[in-house]
């Protein structure tokens, strides 16, 4: 979607092309880089090794994953309070109620009242997104809320039939996090060329210890001849 847009960085917009809810499968990646199109402005001067060992890495399972695979990743809100331009948001949902109603009752116009076995934590001006199946094809749909019963209950008009199984999901927040992996990649070449300095330095000042060592040795070894 072209007018899908993303806040990548405080105060700017730009535009996704594609956006994909599963896994996305290539022989290869390659993104646009090329020296004639970067006005460079800084270099990169930061306490790299001290910011990265403040990043959590987590094991998770995708909350609307309908088969739960085990990953490997950091948090968007973490992240975000290290390397705050390596965040961006957007307007998406999040699977803060991933509930299957216990009731799921018909009322008159199109509407329907449905029941949770956990709080929805909704508001009237939310909107929410839920799972179902139509004719035997899973698909979801977004709702706006009709009306809040209790804090289990909630009611919604759809011009689908809403009475068979389905998911509620969650509701639609403005400041959904997305992670910058390509900056994240790009520091930890330069954290890893930061290690390799330090490590040549390392290195040479063990050689240099190691020769006076063997030119102490040597000296006693000439002592103790004579």
Avoid: W
Wanted: net charge negative; hydrophobic share 35%; proline share 2%.
């Amino acid at each position: 979607n072209s007018n899908a847009s993303v806040n990548t960085t405080p105060g700017d917009t730009t535009y996704v092309s594609i956006r994909a809810s599963e896994r996305i499968m290539a022989t290869e990646f390659n993104a646009v880089s090329d020296q004639r199109n970067k006005e460079v402005y800084a270099d990169v001067n930061e306490d790299l090794k001290t910011k990265y060992s403040s990043i959590n890495i987590v094991k998770f399972i995708q909350k609307n994953d309908i088969s739960p695979r085990k990953n490997i990743g950091v948090l968007a809100q973490e992240v975000e309070n290290i390397f705050p331009d390596a965040v961006g948001k957007t307007t998406d949902y999040v699977g803060n109620i991933f509930s299957i109603p216990v009731s799921i009752e018909k009322l008159e116009n199109n509407k329907y009242k449905l029941t949770l076995q956990k709080a929805h934590d909704l508001i009237p001006i939310d909107s929410v997104r839920i799972y179902y199946k139509l004719n035997d094809v899973a698909k979801y749909s977004d709702f706006s809320i009709n009306e809040i019963i209790d804090d289990n209950t909630f009611t919604i008009n759809s011009s689908e039939d809403m009475t068979n199984e389905c998911v509620v999901y969650g509701k639609k927040v403005e400041d959904f996090r997305i992670v910058n992996y390509q900056y994240i990649n790009s520091l930890t070449i330069k954290m890893v060329q930061e290690l390799i300095q330090e490590n040549d330095y390392l290195k040479n000042k063990l050689q240099e210890k190691d020769e006076q060592i063997q030119q102490i040795l040597a000296r006693l070894s000439a002592l103790e001849g004579n």
